[in-house]
Nanobody, 121 residues
Framework: QVQLVESGGGLVQPGGSLRLSCAAS????????MGWYRQSPGKGRELVAV???????NYADSVKGRFTISGDTAKVTVYLQMNSLKDEDTAVYYC???????????????WGQGTQVTVSS
């Protein structure tokens, strides 16, 4: 059974940095895109950053210039370098791997279990 395993969350002071990692366990075909989402109490899940198989990346406006997504969609691994963290970045961060296509292309949409990031002094 395929799982996405996340690591790297924790407590950090405002202005600090954290690096999140996510890797697939089990047999899995390459992804078309991998991304990081976050959800804070009382809010819906929002996209933070995504990387596509061609290397194109997209970011939420709130994290542009501070966060960097990287990874290898062929190996289904993704990272999120978070710098200049702010209180409002506090949330549970989820990793996502997605493969699109017809049934014979074995599409999937997997989520990690989430990792807590807390920014506080």
């Amino acid at each position: 059974q395929v799982q996405l395993v996340e690591s790297g969350g924790g407590l950090v002071q405002p202005g600090g940095s954290l690096r999140l990692s996510c890797a697939a366990s089990g047999n899995i075909l390459s992804a078309n895109a991998m991304g990081w989402y976050r959800q804070s109490p009382g809010k819906g899940r929002e996209l933070v950053a995504v990387i596509h198989s061609g290397g194109i990346t997209n970011y939420a406006d709130s994290v542009k210039g501070r966060f960097t997504i990287s990874g290898d969609t062929a190996k289904v691994t993704v990272y999120l370098q978070m710098n200049s963290l702010k209180d409002e970045d506090t949330a549970v961060y989820y990793c996502n791997a997605r493969r699109s296509g017809m049934s014979w292309q074995f599409p999937y949409d997997y989520w990690g279990q989430g990792t807590q990031v807390t920014v506080s002094s």
